[in-house]
């Protein structure tokens, strides 16, 4: 951990489901179906407000928030997270990632916080 990375996550892949609708049974993303792809890697976890709405309109519904996720240069290879790759912090918090790129500083991260 650092002063500009003083997070850690972990990175798992989600297990593909073997079958859709009433003929299989349903299961939904668990930790114990995801493959590790990272672990211990010093992060910044910064809220992101994209100022949207949820789309279903209930009237306690707030703004739609996004979280940003960097890496440091090095601690990730490129291409190593892909788009729906959870991302999991000291805390246990889950984060789905919605885009991945790379930059000159390290890996960025646009992720939605999954709540259970």
């Known amino acids: 951990m650092s002063f500009i990375y ?3 996550i972990k990175v798992t892949r989600p297990g593909r489901q073997s079958g859709v609708g009433a ?3 349903y299961a939904a993303d668990e930790a114990s179906n995801e493959t590790v792809v990272a672990t211990d890697i010093p992060a910044s976890i910064q809220a992101r407000s ?3 709405k949820n789309p279903v309109g209930l009237p306690g519904d707030g703004a739609m928030q996004t979280w940003r996720i960097l890496t ?3 601690a990730l290879k490129f291409g190593q997270v892909k788009n729906l ?3 999991t912090d000291e805390c246990g918090n889950r984060y789905q990632i919605v885009a991945d790129y790379t930059n000159s500083l390290g890996c960025d991260f646009i992720a939605n916080r999954l709540e259970a």
Do not use: H, L, S, V
Request: no cysteine; glycine share 20%.
């Open 6 to 8: 003083p997070r850690t």
């Open 23 to 25: 003929r299989e049974e």
């Open 50 to 52: 994209t100022g949207g």
């Open 72 to 74: 440091p240069k090095g």
């Open 85 to 87: 790759d959870i991302a």
